[in-house]
């Protein structure tokens, strides 16, 4: 049956998102990049506030190592012991936490629990613009995806 996965696998259209969802596409992953990005460091408190058990989260910590999302670093010899730091993939995450924090306040049952401020004042609104014109990108007929690789002309 697993056979047949790797079939499909082998078959599908490439997608940046379904590789990044490989790495980040649960829970626990996420969660735990985004104690870092606040600042969390240290094991016991990232369970804490992420609520994870253990075993997952030691699971989910090493996997996001392998990555190269967040790294460890010893602070304590005897016995050793480790803080946990983004990388800059890592840190290249905090957008995508913010969306997902600003939609789920807007879109899920949850009361909002953040106030999400901009360091203007305001509350924060974000939105994804154009880099080199800056225009706002409003729906999928303001991009175009062009595949690079030789992916379409092998389905033909």
């Not at 829970?27 to 369970?47: M, N, P, Q, T, Y």
């Not at 880099?131 to 007929?141: M, Q, T």
Request: net charge neutral; charged share 25%; proline share 6%.
């Amino acid at each position: 049956m697993w056979q047949n996965v790797d079939v499909l696998r082998e078959n599908a259209r490439p997608c940046p998102t379904a590789s990044a969802l490989e790495i980040l596409g649960e829970k626990w992953s996420l969660v735990v990049v985004r104690e870092l990005a606040l600042g969390v460091r240290r094991f016991d408190a990232i369970a804490r506030n992420t609520g994870a058990p253990r075993d997952i989260l030691t699971a989910r910590l090493r996997r996001l190592e392998a990555e190269g999302v967040l790294e460890k670093r010893l602070y304590q010899e005897h016995p050793a012991r480790y803080e946990y730091h983004l990388t800059p993939a890592g840190k290249a995450l905090r957008p995508l936490l913010l969306m997902l924090a600003l939609w789920g306040q807007e879109w899920t049952d949850d009361a909002p629990v953040v106030a999400v401020t901009h360091s203007c004042g305001a509350p924060l609104e974000l939105v994804p613009t154009c880099r080199a014109c800056g225009e706002e990108v409003r729906a999928s007929r303001d991009v175009s995806l062009q595949y690079v690789g030789d992916w379409e002309a092998s389905r033909a």
